[in-house]
C-alpha cells in the first residue's frame, strides 16, 4: 500500500519549454505532497511543501514562479519547470506523507528532466 | 539548527562483509528517525524506522536502533549481498508545525562479488 505513482519517469526537451510532472498517491489521500530535487551525487533538496487546495509554499532560494504546484485533489499534485534552461536538469522527486509509517514518507520514483 | 551528518563514500566491500554506516544528528524535539535507500534510476524506498530513544529499526537484514545519548543512528547489515549496492540516506523528520524532512547527503554502497 501506500503507492505514489510520478510520470514521466524521463523527458528531454527543448530550451524554452515547460514541462508537467504529475505525481499520483494511488491508495491513499495525499493532503501533503512534497517536491525535491537532486543533483548528481547529492542529497535531496526541499524544493515546496503543496498542500490540496492551497497555495504551496516553497523553501528559500526556489522561484515559485519558475516551478508551478498545483495540488488541486486528495490524489495528485503536479509541478511544471517553466521555460526549461540547461540549469533545471535535474532529478525531480515528489512524496507524501503515510501516516500509518510514523511521519515516513513514500516516494515517487522519480523524473530524470534533461533540458536541451 | 536540525541536522543529519553521514559518513562520505563510497563504501566499497566485498559480498557478506559487515556493513556500518554512521549517521549522527541534531535535531531541536524528538524527531523519528529514517533509513531510506536509493537503487540506480530510481525514487527512495523507506528502508526502516525508529521513532523514540532505544527502538530498533530492522528490516531485510538492516539494523539501526535510536540512541539518543549520542544522537545516533547507525546503519548495519551483517552480510552485505551485492544488490545491496546503492545510495543510503539517513533522515529525521520533525512536526515544527510542520512535518519537515532533513536528509543527509547520502552514502554510496558498492558490493563486490
Known amino acids: 500500500g501506500a503507492v505514489v505513482s510520478q510520470h514521466p519517469s524521463r523527458v528531454i526537451c527543448k530550451s524554452g519549454t515547460s514541462v508537467k510532472i504529475e505525481c499520483r498517491s494511488l491508495?491513499?489521500?495525499?493532503?501533503?505532497m512534497f517536491w525535491y530535487r537532486q543533483f548528481p551525487k547529492q542529497s535531496l533538496m526541499l524544493m515546496a511543501t503543496s498542500n490540496e487546495g492551497s497555495k504551496a509554499t516553497y523553501e528559500q532560494g526556489v522561484e515559485k514562479d519558475k516551478f508551478l504546484i498545483n495540488h488541486a485533489s486528495l490524489t495528485l499534485s503536479t509541478l511544471t519547470v517553466t521555460s526549461a534552461h540547461p540549469e533545471d536538469s535535474s532529478f525531480y522527486i515528489c512524496?507524501?506523507?503515510?501516516?500509518?509509517?510514523?511521519?515516513?514518507?513514500?516516494f515517487g520514483s522519480g523524473t530524470r528532466l534533461t533540458v536541451v | 539548527g536540525n541536522s543529519v551528518t553521514q559518513m562520505e563514500g563510497p563504501v566499497t566491500l566485498s559480498e557478506e562483509a559487515f556493513l556500518t554506516i554512521n549517521c549522527t544528528y541534531t535535531a531541536t524535539g524528538y524527531p523519528s528517525l529514517f533509513w531510506y535507500v536509493q537503487y540506480p534510476g530510481e525514487g527512495l524506498q523507506l528502508l526502516l524506522k525508529a521513532t523514540k530513544a532505544d527502538d530498533k529499526g530492522s528490516n531485510k537484514g538492516f539494523e539501526a536502533t535510536y540512541r539518543k545519548e549520542t544522537t545516533s543512528f547507525h546503519l548495519e547489515k551483517g552480510s552485505v549481498q551485492v544488490s545491496d549496492s546503492a545510495v543510503y540516506f539517513c533522515?529525521?523528520?520533525?512536526?515544527?508545525?510542520?512535518?519537515?524532512?532533513?536528509f543527509g547527503a547520502g552514502t554510496r554502497l558498492f558490493v563486490k562479488a
Open positions: 491508495d491513499f489521500q495525499a493532503t501533503t
Open positions: 512524496s507524501a506523507r503515510v501516516r500509518d509509517t510514523n511521519y515516513g514518507y513514500t
Open positions: 533522515a529525521l523528520t520533525l512536526n515544527t508545525g510542520g512535518f519537515k524532512t532533513i
